[in-house]
């Protein structure tokens, strides 16, 4: 298995992205950005990153109709959407 490749980027480089959603924790430092570019709205990106520098620890893409689970995922971990 190869090892997680480490993320270079920064959410400034998603500024043009259309937010569907964001959550936070109280007392964390990340930040759980759901956003898309496709002009269906099928697919979506999660973003996670440092609340502060903006830097991305995380990205994955998942499907329109799976953002209930990932909320109700979250939400069960202590996040909140903002």
Avoid: C, H, Q
Avoid at 47 to 76: C, V
Wanted: hydrophobic share 35%; net charge positive.
């Amino acid at each position: 298995m190869r090892p997680k490749e480490k993320l270079n980027d920064n959410i400034k480089n998603y500024l043009t992205y259309k937010v569907v959603l964001t959550m936070k924790k109280t007392k964390s430092s990340l930040t759980i950005a759901f956003i898309t570019n496709d002009p269906d709205g099928w697919f979506i990106d999660k973003l996670t990153y440092m609340t502060k520098s903006g830097k991305l620890n995380d990205k994955s893409t998942i499907i329109a109709k799976d953002l209930p689970s990932f909320m109700s995922f979250y939400e069960s971990a202590g996040f909140y959407k903002v």
